[in-house]
T-cell receptor
């Protein structure tokens, strides 16, 4: 079975540009999570969805960040405008009934 | 916000030895989970232990949970070079499903 698929794997862009990260969860999973990982802060939850509905977005750093889940098989995390401090590895994870989470391999984002 | 804190931050052992990692947390939990992360990859779920369980085994992994001390330990027996990775404990809040991760223990197993 295919796991959680994230794209792109790497993204390098200039400050001020819009960045869109994509995630395809495992089929049948009803929870989807977006995390950010940095050396300084570790793994931080940004937002999570249940049945395509955002449940908790308290971890979204600021209004420059937005996330959508238009259907059960696709989610996006958008940063507009991007800043150097947004550089991190962004992970998407999905789970069934909110228990063990399955992670994608992440998007390594570098903002110059 | 971080709930779990792993100890030690780094651990270096030789193949065949056992590795023990500890996790402490702050608030009451329904379950505690352990994950592994290989360099450049996503996290992989290893084991989940519920608050009413004291010990759980999965292959070479043994997890214990002491809710009175708010702590858990992960034991990897007969370690292999392939066990080299970072290990994280994670706890969900009682009323939700999002996980709070610690900063992890970096394990190096040398041949």
């Amino acid at each position: 079975d295919a796991g959680v698929i994230q794209s792109p794997r790497h993204e390098v862009t200039e400050m001020g540009q819009e960045v869109t990260l994509r995630c395809k969860p495992i089929s049948g999973h009803d929870y989807l999570f977006w995390y950010r990982q940095t050396m300084m802060r570790g793994l931080e939850l940004l937002i999570y969805f249940n049945n395509n509905v955002p449940i908790d977005d308290s971890g979204m750093p600021e209004d420059r960040f937005s996330a959508k889940m238009p259907n059960a098989s696709f989610s996006t995390l958008k940063i507009q405008p991007s800043e150097p401090r947004d550089s991190a590895v962004y992970f998407c994870a999905s789970s069934f009934a909110g228990e063990s989470q399955h992670f994608g391999d992440g998007t390594r984002l570098s903002i110059l | 916000s971080q709930q779990g804190e792993e100890d030690p931050q780094a651990l270096s052992i030789q193949e065949g030895e056992n590795a023990t990692m500890n996790c402490s947390y702050k608030t009451s939990i329904n379950n505690l989970q352990w994950y592994r992360q290989n360099s450049g990859r996503g996290l992989v779920h290893l084991i989940l232990i519920r608050s009413n369980e004291r010990e759980k085994h999965s292959g070479r992994l043994r997890v214990t949970l002491d809710t009175s001390k708010k702590s858990s330990s992960l034991l990897i027996t007969a370690s292999r070079a392939a066990d080299t990775a970072s290990y994280f404990c994670a706890t969900p809040p009682n009323s939700g499903y999002a996980l709070n991760f610690g900063k992890g223990t970096s394990l190096l197993v040398t041949p």
